[in-house]
């Protein structure tokens, strides 16, 4: 349906092409001339209209020069009669359809009109409408016949000459000019634009995916396209105009071999399996790279000209095998958009065939060129193909970003309760090694002093004393455990207070004082955890006891303060105290050494004359248990 439908426009189009140029739809009285006696005026611009020309042939218009007068390069005048009343008719005009390269009205002698420069070389109007409107002061008033002269500038095989022309007033001519003017030259550099556009926006996204490099070529392709249509645009070529001809002409071939390199790059791409001729990127580079060195090396329009019919002929073969490819690959895979190309690709084909047959034929002259136009529809149907194949892309990039997501939070979910089940695990172990180390300690100091607090009980012996100090210790060991787990008072200043206060009694009931002593100004003290109060507590308490059982003293200080290195903690007595090392094998000593190694702090005793210090330097970093 979509191809019958893309056939049908096509047929409009060929008509539309093949008849624009006699249907310029003038109005009311305008009267079309297509007869002039023909004078050629050599290869200097005369300066001056013509003389009379009785002698001068007459000739049918269109007069193209590659038939009438191969080989000519110069001027030609066009001597034509007025119809009666011209000179009455509101705002008299002519209108040039087709002059090239360009042309000049001559009235009566005086010079009426004309666009661009008529000195050699011309200005390229040969695609340019005229309109000139004759001042009502050049018509001639004694009865005489006027003389009106066209004066045509050319070059030699280059389809110069002039197509009929039309009079009337300015208001029955304008509408076709103007039309002309449009689809000929403003048309065409719109199409140029949008081309353009295209091309930057394809190859921008190209780039981005060379994996489809079909792309890539159209691109190309459509860039040098919309180059290659300026020559309906520019009337003053910054470089020599017969270099901006063949440029131009070249740029047709290569937009040819471009687009058919497209063709089979994007068949293979939508036609698994598929791979095309062999070698034919290479053959048809060197077609566009051939035509480009032949266009270029030509030093006149006659050689130029020579090889443009053998080559553009070629060129319309890689035309319908690029139509055909993408045609075959609609049929097989009929989607909308694929549709759409092939049946673009249909149109251009048959309008390139249409502006050809314009081009070799030699007696023709003013029809109006449409394959630029022709273009469009296919360049809008490939950008569709890649718009498309973006929002498939979007589209599952979304659906992957979305199913990602999900799998992400579940994994975020299943994480969460891996780690839920793991700081749980380790919170057990943490409690099954805080009660692990918290029943050793208890079985090394409870229930040593318990089995002694037995056996002392079993004797038979009045002496009672012994038996209390024991449980008393007992009693010591259970508080300090406990007093290490209460996670509100971990600081050492409130675990020391502490001790101190449940060991006071004791030292009390025997005579001995038991001060505390804090600094001013404490500063930051270190927390811990259980494992680390109950070494800190430890520590203290064996030395606290050790000072009871064997230092004779009658006077015990505990301290704590706060020094550059860290927290100190002592227990400074002045009884007679003992050599630390001659103790060193006590496991008393050993025990309070490995605490203090799992504290990382420094522990030392110091003995004077004054009584003995234990002191325990609590570093700031790691005051815990690791």
Sequence with gaps: MALGLA??????????????????????????????????????????????AEAAPWIDLPDNWDTRRPGYTGYVGYHMALPPGLAQRERPAIYLPAAGMNAEVWLNGQRAGGLGRMQMPPSRHFYTPQLVELSPGLFRTDGQADQLWVVVVGHANYRSGLAPVWVGSHAELYPAWRWRGFWQNDGSGITSVINLAIAVFVLAIGWRDREHSAYLWFGAAAAVWALRNLIYVVVEPVIPDLLFAELCVAGAMWFIGLFAIFALRFSQAHQPGYRGPPYFVAVTLVYAIGTTAYFVAADTYTKANAAFAPMAAVGIVLTLWSGWRLVRLATLKPRADLLAVAAGAVIYLVLLINDYSIAIDRTSLGEVYIRQYATLPL???????????????????HELAASLQGQVDEQRRQLQVSFERLREAEREQARAEERGRLMGDLHDGLGLHLATALRQARTASDAR?????????????????????????????????????????????????????????????????APGALDLLRIVQEALSNTLKHSGATAVQMSLATVADGTRVSVHDNGRGFDPAQAATGRGLGNMKARAMRLRARLRWLHSAQGTTVELLLPREAATTP
């Design 379 to 397: 360049f809008i149907a490939i950008t569709a193909t890649l718009a498309r194949r973006y929002l498939v892309a979007l589209r599952t990039a």
């Design 7 to 52: 056939l049908l426009a096509l047929m409009s189009a060929v008509l539309w092409a093949r008849l624009g140029h006699v249907s310029e739809h003038v109005g009311g009285q305008a009267q079309r001339v297509a007869r002039a006696r023909v004078l050629e005026l050599g290869p200097v611009h005369p300066g001056q209209a013509p003389g009379l």
């Design 465 to 529: 004393e012994p038996l209390v100090n024991t449980l008393q210790d007992c009693m010591d060991d259970l508080r300090v455990a406990i007093d290490s787990l209460d996670e509100q008072e971990r600081d050492p200043l409130a675990l020391l207070g502490s001790l101190r206060f449940r060991m006071a009694p004791r030292f009390e009931s025997v005579g001995l004082s038991l001060r505390w002593e804090v600094a001013p100004e404490l500063g930051e003290l270190p927390a811990l955890d």
